[in-house]
């Protein structure tokens, strides 16, 4: 907070344990991915909260390491639809922008 930098618990936008869970065990992306998609549509009412938060510099921090199988990545893509701003992924070299790789069908 000494720098200007808030953090925000959003746990509307976190993976749940049952779609979690099973992908620590069977490391199976693409059923994790399609299961946080289906829940992400539940969550409408917090899009646009976090559009809004957006709107100011921000960004949304995950422990995964790899923004391709992070659920951020998701969150931000259906935010990015509610109108917030474009999506980058930071790693420690580099800003990447958020091509809208294929989601899971």
């Given at each position: 907070?000494a720098h200007?930098?808030?953090?925000?618990?959003?746990p509307t936008l976190?993976?749940?344990?049952?779609?979690?869970?099973?992908?620590?065990?069977d490391?199976?992306?693409?059923?994790c991915t399609?299961?946080?998609?289906?829940y992400?549509?539940t969550?409408q009412a917090?899009?646009?909260?976090l559009?809004?938060i957006?709107?100011?510099?921000g960004?949304?921090?995950?422990?995964?390491a790899?923004?391709?199988?992070?659920?951020?990545?998701?969150?931000?893509?259906?935010?990015?639809q509610?109108?917030g701003?474009?999506?980058?992924h930071?790693?420690?070299k580099t800003?990447?922008?958020?091509?809208g790789?294929?989601?899971?069908?």
């Amino acid at each position: 907070s000494a720098h200007g930098i808030a953090y925000l618990h959003a746990p509307t936008l976190v993976c749940p344990k049952p779609i979690r869970n099973p992908y620590k065990t069977d490391s199976n992306w693409q059923t994790c991915t399609r299961e946080f998609l289906k829940y992400i549509q539940t969550q409408q009412a917090s899009l646009p909260e976090l559009v809004k938060i957006a709107q100011v510099p921000g960004l949304l921090v995950c422990f995964e390491a790899d923004y391709a199988t992070c659920h951020r990545t998701y969150d931000a893509r259906a935010a990015r639809q509610f109108g917030g701003p474009a999506v980058m992924h930071l790693n420690s070299k580099t800003a990447l922008p958020d091509f809208g790789f294929q989601q899971a069908g």
